[in-house]
């Protein structure tokens, strides 16, 4: 099983500021990493597909990079709406697996 | 409009068993592989199985292997987990969600439902 590690676990940031989560995976997963947002008593929704590829809809804000190992989830010009636990996803190999979360917090 | 809706949750003892469904519509169902995913209260996300879009292969994670069974109707646009002998740890909101298709398959999950919530408890 691959397992995914997120960091941080928490992030307090204010508005307007950028924000990097990362994701590592324990072995090579090429680009098969995926981002979701998770706001309070909402279902996921997918902001980043496969590393980098933009998803119709998301805010530019939004953007993803990585291969092989590590993935990064960045924020330019946080918002107060960006307020919501993200989760890495990978979908490389069987059993599928996620990271445990990042939650942001706006100030 | 494209979307899931997930019923059957609710109160069960331990040992018990519940069968979810989730109802697809605004797309063509029998294209889109399927999974379904948890989240006990508070806690992170959960892949719990996956099955091709014909229903032909299928996966379970290993906390729930031998006493889930995942399955579809294509016909009826429908995919279902049975779930037996639950456990005070299987807790948690079921989501259902799409992913890829024969062309393009183990995609990222881009359609989920609202969820529904299983809670095992006596």
């Known amino acids: 099983e691959i397992v995914l590690t997120q960091s941080p676990d928490f992030q307090s940031v204010t508005p307007k500021e950028k924000v990097t989560i990362t994701c590592r995976a324990s072995q090579s997963i090429g680009s098969s990493l995926h981002w979701y947002q998770q706001k309070p008593d909402q279902s996921p929704k997918l902001l980043i597909k496969y590393a980098s590829q933009s998803i119709s809809g998301v805010p530019s804000r939004f953007s993803g990079s990585g291969s092989g190992t590590d993935f990064t989830l960045t924020i330019n010009s946080l918002e107060a709406e960006d307020a919501a636990a993200y989760y890495c996803h990978q979908s490389s190999s069987l059993p599928y697996t996620f990271g445990q979360g990042t939650k942001l917090e706006i100030k | 409009e494209v979307q899931l809706v997930e019923s059957g949750g609710g109160l069960v003892q331990p040992g018990g068993s519940l069968r979810l469904s989730c109802a697809a519509s605004g797309f063509t169902f029998s294209s889109y592989e399927m999974n379904w995913v948890r989240q006990a209260p508070g806690k992170g996300l959960e892949w719990v199985s996956y099955?091709?879009?014909?229903?032909?292969?299928?996966y379970y994670a290993d906390s729930v292997k031998g006493r889930f069974t995942i399955s579809r109707d294509n016909a009826k646009n429908s995919l279902y987990l049975q779930m037996n002998s639950l456990r005070a740890e299987d807790t948690a909101v079921y989501y259902c969600?799409?992913?890829?298709?024969?062309?393009?398959?183990?995609?990222?999950?881009?359609?989920w439902g609202q969820g529904t919530m299983v809670t095992v408890s006596s």
């Open positions: 099955i091709s879009s014909s229903g032909s292969t299928i």
């Open positions: 969600a799409r992913s890829g298709v024969v062309l393009a398959p183990h995609d990222a999950f881009d359609i």
